[in-house]
């Protein structure tokens, strides 16, 4: 079973970075892709980025790109998620997500392993 843990979220105002942090735990979770998804309030889940296993491949969705970067080591069961110039419309709750076969998706139902979330507010 693998289980994610996100951290890092929290208030900020529009123009400040933030970055959040997630740990998957189990046996394969280094071999999976990680990535992450936000939901903003009344709004379906949005894809944000994702990362390989080897950390070599990332993509990113279209109102994030050039500003948000995600990173992990290589196989390591760690990923990152650095945003900078927030907007108020970054505000959400957001899940790192895990994909078992390491594919690169970027639909929610491409991803077997949710976190539980993490509220990052952004003030205008």
């Known amino acids: 079973q693998v289980q994610l843990v996100e951290s890092g979220g929290g208030s900020v105002q529009a123009g400040d970075s ?3 942090s997630c740990v998957a735990s189990g046996r394969t979770a280094s071999h999976m892709s990680l990535g992450w998804f936000r939901q903003r309030a009344g ?14 491949s990332t993509y990113y969705g279209a109102s994030v790109k050039g500003r948000f970067t995600i990173s992990r080591g290589g196989f390591q069961s760690a990923v990152s998620l650095q945003m900078a ?4 419309e970054d505000t959400g709750v957001y899940y790192c997500v895990a994909n078992a076969l390491g594919f690169l998706g970027t639909t929610p139902d491409r991803f ?3 976190g539980q979330g993490t509220q990052v507010t952004v003030a205008a």
């Open 85 to 88: 110039s927030l907007h108020p």
């Open 18 to 20: 933030l970055s959040l």
């Open 112 to 114: 077997g392993y949710w």
């Open 43 to 56: 709004n379906e889940r949005e894809f944000v980025a994702v990362i390989s296993a080897n950390g070599a």
